[in-house]
């Protein structure tokens, strides 16, 4: 399956961006899909992530509250909806997909190009 990330950009902190990742090649039904992002000089990190049926989501503590990850399987895309951003949400966004009915942290098979997102203070 390929993965493409879009929707990044500048914003002010306090603004909003909604990232896409749409994928070909296979649909993305029976998949486990996240978002991961990383910022300059430190290590990838789990942003959130979606069960195959939408039903389950999970969140890292620091965008909880202020990030909703979604999907629609008939599209074959996910949606990272970000709110109140913050200066430490700059990093290059990118998407994930595990050919799993389990939702986890790690372990996914399918990575997209990356998108940068960037919130100036």
């Known amino acids: 399956v390929q993965l493409q990330a879009s929707g990044g950009g500048l914003v002010q902190a306090g603004g909003s961006l909604r990232l896409s990742c749409a994928a070909s090649?296979?649909?993305?039904?029976?998949?486990?899909m996240a978002w991961f992002r990383q910022a300059p000089g430190k290590e990838r990190e789990f942003v959130g992530g979606i069960s195959y049926t939408g039903g389950y989501t999970s969140y890292a503590e620091s965008v909880k509250g202020r990030f909703t990850i979604s999907r629609d399987n008939a599209k074959n895309t996910v949606y990272l909806q970000m709110n109140s951003l913050k200066p430490e949400d700059t990093a290059v966004y990118y998407c994930a997909a595990r050919p799993s009915i389990v939702l986890t942290t790690a372990q996914y098979n399918f990575w997209g190009q990356g998108t940068q997102v960037t919130v100036s203070s």
């Open positions: 090649g296979r649909t993305i039904g029976s998949f486990a």
